[in-house]
């Protein structure tokens, strides 16, 4: 049998369903998971979703006098936030708590939490009677996924490579945003129609208590094939989508920050950030899109408020007139990148440092004399005056 297997690569995109292989393994065949934890021998059971506060723990490990002893959190693309993780210690503060990623490479964890590979996790059972082949097959399709992810992006084109690749990236970029004071960050990856991945990754400071987050997203368009080059884009935003306010109010604060900001989201801010951050070396990988600057149009403030307006009546606009969007909320300029050697490492720095600078740009007062964004008028239809 074949180690990277097409239908165990299926499987395995999925949290839910790697949760579920490592409690029916464990369930089978403890022994070699309490090993590997330190676990003192003798009764253990698993369980899956625990409640845990207002979430649900992936796996929560009991010893025989059913005491909590262990919680394993699956960290997928999206990871779980530090807040997050807070909680579940809060809930089981007896219990030992490992975070279960998918790099293999070496990462940190906020204490107390430590960090496993999933590689390793499931080579417990290689050896196994049994379930020894299923263990096999698994470890041989992560390996396989490991190794591609490691290629620059122009050289990615298996089926899957692309997805495992964000869901690598996202690793790297949390662990740059862990040495970043005072802010909180997301990371996740998404599917897009026709299966294109991507991934999000969000920050703002610890007290900001609105909608709006600094945002990158980063899309493969295409994959590479013998016909043509892996395309792939970069999307530096403003979003206030996936909050808890009305979706008015997300498109209202959204553009009232990316308005003011603007000219920090311009191609040529990006690269002095770059430059200015000590790295240089990564501006490259930005393509110059030439006058437009990375936005959809020019930067008119009135046709974006009456853009805005008509949004937030009910109507449902399309091309936004200056920026790229998703739902009017998550508002951005566009870049194609270099590809040819840009891999995963390089794309996290960047994607990291264009956040940071997003950030600084929005905590930063309003210039003298800056024109305040009105709020949205009544009729859809009648001009918004600026200034």
């Keep these: 049998m074949e180690a990277f297997d097409v239908q165990t690569g299926r499987i395995l995109r999925d949290e839910n369903t790697i949760s579920d292989l490592l409690a029916f393994l464990f369930s089978h065949d403890p022994d070699p998971l309490t090993q590997l934890l330190e676990l003192p021998a003798g009764g253990h059971t698993v369980h899956r979703e625990h409640l845990a506060g207002d979430g649900r723990v992936d796996l929560l490990i009991r010893d025989g006098d059913d005491a909590p002893v262990a919680v394993l959190q699956l960290k997928d693309s999206a990871g779980p936030q530090r807040q997050q993780l807070a909680r579940y210690q809060q809930a089981f503060p007896s219990a030992s708590l490992f975070l279960v990623a998918l790099d293999r490479r070496e990462r940190r964890a906020p204490s107390p939490w430590r960090m496993l590979s999933l590689i390793d996790v499931f080579a417990v059972w290689e050896e196994r009677p049994d379930v020894g082949w299923l263990a096999r097959q698994i470890t041989g399709t992560l390996r396989t996924w490991n190794e591609q992810a ?49 991934f999000v990754a969000r920050l703002r400071p610890d007290d900001y208590s609105g909608p709006v987050w ?68 990564l501006a490259p990988y930005l393509q110059d899109p030439g006058e437009k600057a990375g936005f959809m149009g020019p930067v008119d ?75 949205p008028r009544d009729s859809a239809d009648e001009p918004v005056p600026v200034g």
């Design 301 to 375: 403030a009135a046709a974006a408020l009456q853009w805005r307006d008509r949004k937030v009546s009910g109507s449902s606009p399309r091309r936004h007139p200056v920026f790229y969007h998703e739902r009017g909320q998550r508002l951005s300029t566009q870049f194609d990148l270099a590809v040819a050697d840009l891999d995963r490492f390089a794309l996290a720095q960047l994607v990291a440092s264009t956040l940071q600078h997003l950030t600084e740009a929005m905590q930063a007062p309003p210039a003298s004399g800056a024109s305040v964004v009105p709020a």
């Design 150 to 198: 490691d290629e620059p992006l122009a050289q990615i084109s298996g089926w899957f490579a692309p997805d495992v690749l964000t869901r690598r990236v996202t690793e790297n970029i949390e662990q740059l945003l862990l040495d970043i004071p005072g802010c909180d960050f997301e990371v996740r990856s998404e599917t897009h129609a026709g299966g294109r991945p991507t």
């Design 214 to 281: 600094a945002g990158v997203d980063v899309h493969c368009l295409e994959q590479a094939t013998a016909d043509h080059p892996a395309h792939w884009v970069l999307r530096a935003c403003v979003d206030a989508s996936g909050t808890d306010v009305p979706a008015g109010e997300a498109v209202t604060e959204a553009h009232e920050v990316a308005l003011r900001i603007a000219g920090a989201l311009s191609y040529q801010a990006l690269v002095d950030n770059l430059e200015q951050s000590g790295l240089p070396y």
